[in-house]
């Protein structure tokens, strides 16, 4: 099976490695040959969390800059920096809720603007899907359902070898059962987010 | 029952390398696990201490690495197949235990783990730690995959006791925080009480003992020789007259590159999983065989300097590269487009660089650097210190853990930083060696950890220093691992002991000792202030628990306060403390509620007392 290199990039209390685990035990669910790396060292201090899954016929479990064939953003400055990863072939999916860093919250540092982040990441890959993931989260009924919000628009486009039921499952049984049911919504909020 | 304990061989699971890594270690029958936490090996001994109080498992968090090894190195020599892990600057600490021990050797398999960290994603300095294995004279096994580093572990346990030596498994960042799809073999019994035959004349390292030993050593090195010629983990794929020789995650990368580049019939590889001792003479033979050869490894050219003198002795001649300018670096960490690159570099092969996009028009995106959490109570008591030695010119030496980051703007505390336990020992240099001011900075754990040397021997040699013990009781950077301050009753967990900080400073002499809430700003401005004055050693203990702790033992109390319309706008609560429940809001400085734990040291701080309680909703 032919790789498909996905990277998630995320601020640290996202939800990005949980994410990632949803569709390692998707991928494991179907029989796909899947590997992950993650890189947290400091994330609980309020630093980004990349994760690479790489699906397929491959062995690395890291990803080259310029080899990502989709990138997922859970923040959009986070995934304006992770463009290095992408080519002009790249999906990018990126929620366009900012969660400014702190620098810029205490006015040491400027956010970029969201219309120029999505010219720019539009300019330089195939396809952008960008939404407010955190609104289609807390319409779901948590904020903190960002992260399926964004697989449900991830397995809408088709690029990962899961299908949309597998996932589901996965997300059934790998995260909280109390908050099952929101995810499941999220999950459909974003898969119908990026068919719009 | 916890997920590694899962008695399905053959299952499927998806694990973290250091899930797989323990798994590897419960299949082999792990009796007795030790360690001191440190990224990226904390996960293989915080999967064995959960398992630990649901089996006879005996696991123990350890003050530092040193006696992590020492205890298993007891264990072991009592009959206990132990494992001791640690991160790759944990075995610097443990290397005084590590030498002599390879001279002993063990009774019962020990397998020590060291954690690389290439690239420094958590760590002070990426060394390479296969160099221990060759000033020890100890095997060294080293993983490619997740699934190779579960497998590992038991063969290391056979290894050690066949050669009834220690045995190193050295991964990297990539091996231990990776995952992948493992498939469950069975778990091994597991036998808990050993007994110790006692052998003077084998484990007294006296002179006339170790003259013995160490030639018992050197013929193990030979057996281990022999066994790395034959280790299946030392093993050749493809074809071709093309040769490279390579280790750990660069096998991955090795093997894409070589798929990628359609160079299936051109290039033979060498896979080296046991890499102390060398199979010379199956690297020798693959040399022969070979028109030119590519060492590919992270880290120091351990391998490249080996393979060079194993064809020198066999009168080989072929180009055989490694580290160069244009091929590969000592620094950082490799990745697939990098190896693809160089591979096609050396056997000048046709090859197009990925098409990274030009972001030269992408605007600056603000750095997004880790920092204190909201309320952390090492922010308090950094923004005492300053106002307690303003106008003096200050070092702080500081030491690892969180408080670390104290050195970033706009705390800006930390001056130097070594290694564990260093701003104890430092700190009487800079004293004696200038007449600036000394105070310096450790945590409760890194205290326990190497620390109190220092500090005797700053009240043995009358230094003039200050020492503050960031006392956040647990050891937060790594995850919230108890230590011997910790209170295990909390974590509802019986049969620990406990060492208080403050009688063990008194009981070595220190002269000045004081305790603050660093949450309580002024008396803790007038303790320490105090304690600077002191001439000679003083200490000041800040005791406050971790918040991501206290809110983890759902202690935490505190409710958020808010910005109210007395602000005159100053922005001492953001320019001075810099916490992260601020924000900027039409140039209004707000508190987020969600962030902000209560702590109350911005309303402390702000001098239009402006910052208040937020009321409840009516």
Redesign the interface.
């Known amino acids: 099976m032919k790789p498909t290199r996905l990277i998630i990039v995320a601020?640290g209390g996202q939800g990005n490695l949980l994410a990632?685990?949803v569709l390692?035990?998707a991928a494991?669910a179907a029989d796909v040959?899947?590997?992950?790396?993650?890189?947290?060292?400091?994330a609980?201090?309020?630093?980004?969390v990349e994760s690479a899954i790489v699906f397929g016929d491959?062995?690395?479990?890291?990803?080259?800059?310029?080899?990502a064939d989709v990138l997922v953003g859970f923040e959009p400055?986070?995934t304006?920096?992770a463009?290095?990863k992408?080519?002009?072939q790249t999906t990018v999916i990126s929620n366009m809720a900012p969660l400014?860093?702190?620098?810029?919250?205490?006015?040491?540092?400027?956010?970029?603007d969201l219309d120029?982040m999505k010219r720019?990441i539009e300019a330089?890959?195939s396809r952008l899907i960008a939404f407010d993931a955190a609104h289609l989260a807390r319409s779901a009924g948590n904020i903190m359902s960002v992260n399926i919000v964004l697989l449900g628009a991830l397995c809408q486009t088709g690029i990962l070898p899961l299908s949309e039921d597998i996932i589901r499952q996965a997300i059934q049984t790998r995260t909280k059962s109390a908050f099952v049911e929101t995810n499941l919504k999220a999950f459909e909020l974003g898969y119908q987010a990026a068919t719009g | 029952m916890h997920k590694l304990m899962t008695d399905e061989p053959e299952k499927k699971l998806l694990l973290l390398g250091n899930e797989a890594i323990a798994r590897g270690a419960l299949e082999a029958g792990v009796a007795f696990a030790s360690t001191y936490p440190g990224t990226p090996s904390s996960e293989i001994s915080f999967n064995l201490f959960q398992v630990a109080q649901e089996t006879d498992l005996y696991f123990e968090y350890s003050t530092n690495e040193k006696v992590a090894l020492e205890v298993a190195a007891a264990a072991a020599n009592s009959g206990l197949r132990s494992m001791c892990m640690m991160k790759h600057v944990g075995l610097n600490v443990a290397a005084d235990a590590l030498m002599t021990l390879a001279y002993v050797g063990t009774r019962a398999g020990l397998v020590v783990v060291s954690a690389d960290d290439p690239f420094m994603f958590s760590s002070q300095n990426e060394q390479d730690n296969r160099y221990y294995a060759k000033l020890s004279g100890l095997p060294v096994l080293e993983p490619s995959s997740v699934e190779e580093a579960k497998d590992m572990v038991p063969y290391a346990f056979d290894l050690s006791e066949a050669l009834g030596e220690p045995v190193l498994l050295r991964t990297t960042t990539r091996i231990n925080h990776s995952n992948a799809v493992v498939t469950l073999g069975a778990l091994g019994p597991r036998q808990t009480k050993g007994h110790f035959e006692k052998d003077p004349f084998n484990f007294v390292t006296v002179p006339a003992v170790s003259r013995r030993l160490h030639v018992r050593l050197l013929d193990n090195i030979e057996r281990a020789q022999k066994m790395s010629e034959e280790s299946a983990y030392n093993f050749e794929e493809g074809q071709g007259s093309w040769g490279v020789i390579c280790n750990g995650v660069s096998y991955t990368y090795v093997m894409d590159a070589i798929q990628d580049l359609g160079l299936e019939d051109q290039v033979r590889v060498m896979r080296i999983g046991f890499s102390h001792p060398l199979p010379a003479e199956r690297i020798g033979a693959f040399l022969a065989a070979c028109e030119k050869v590519l060492v590919v490894e992270e880290g120091e050219p351990y391998m490249e300097e080996a393979v060079k003198a194993f064809a020198q002795e066999r009168a080989l001649t072929l180009p055989i590269k490694g580290k160069g300018p244009d091929l590969f670096s000592r620094l950082y960490e490799f990745d697939p487009a990098m190896v693809r690159q160089k591979l096609a570099h050396f056997f000048d092969v046709p090859f197009t660089l990925p098409k990274a996009p030009d972001l030269s028009d992408v605007p600056e995106i603000p750095q997004r650097p880790p920092t204190l959490c909201a309320g952390c109570s090492h922010r308090a008591t950094f923004y005492a210190v300053k106002k307690a030695t303003e106008g003096l010119d200050v070092i702080h030496p500081s030491d690892i853990g969180c408080y670390t980051l104290g050195f970033l703007p706009p705390i800006s505390m930390g001056d130097f930083v070594i290694c564990m336990g260093a701003s104890t020992g430092s700190a009487g240099g800079f004293a004696r060696a200038t007449s600036q001011k000394v105070v310096s900075f450790i945590g409760d754990s890194t205290f326990f950890h190497s620390g109190i040397p220092g500090l005797i021997n700053a009240v043995f040699n009358n230094h003039d220093v200050t020492l503050v013990i960031l006392d956040n009781r647990t050891t937060a950077m790594t995850g919230h691992q108890p230590n011997p301050g910790v209170d295990m009753k909390e974590l509802n967990l019986d049969g620990y002991g406990k060492v208080d900080i403050e009688p063990l400073v008194k009981a070595i002499g220190v002269p000045h000792v004081a305790r603050i809430r660093p949450y309580q700003l002024k008396k803790s401005i007038a303790a320490i202030r105090e304690a600077v004055e002191f001439k000679g050693v003083s200490v000041v203990i800040a005791e406050e628990k971790c918040a991501l702790y206290a809110k983890a033992l759902r202690q935490a109390k505190g409710k958020p306060f808010q910005v109210s319309e007395r602000c005159r706008n100053h922005r001492d609560c953001i320019h001075d403390l810099g916490c992260p429940a601020f924000y900027l809001e039409e140039e209004h400085v707000r508190i987020d509620p969600d962030i902000c734990i209560g702590c109350a040291l911005c309303a402390q701080v702000c001098p239009e007392n402006a910052i208040v309680p937020l009321k409840p909703k009516s």
Do not use: W
């Open positions: 601020v990632s685990k390692g035990e494991l040959p899947v590997r992950m790396s993650e890189i947290h060292g400091m609980q201090r309020g630093g980004v491959a062995r690395s479990t890291i990803i080259s800059d310029g080899e400055a986070e304006l920096r463009l290095k992408c080519n002009q400014p860093p702190f620098t810029v919250s205490i006015g040491r540092g400027t956010y970029p120029q720019l330089k890959t």
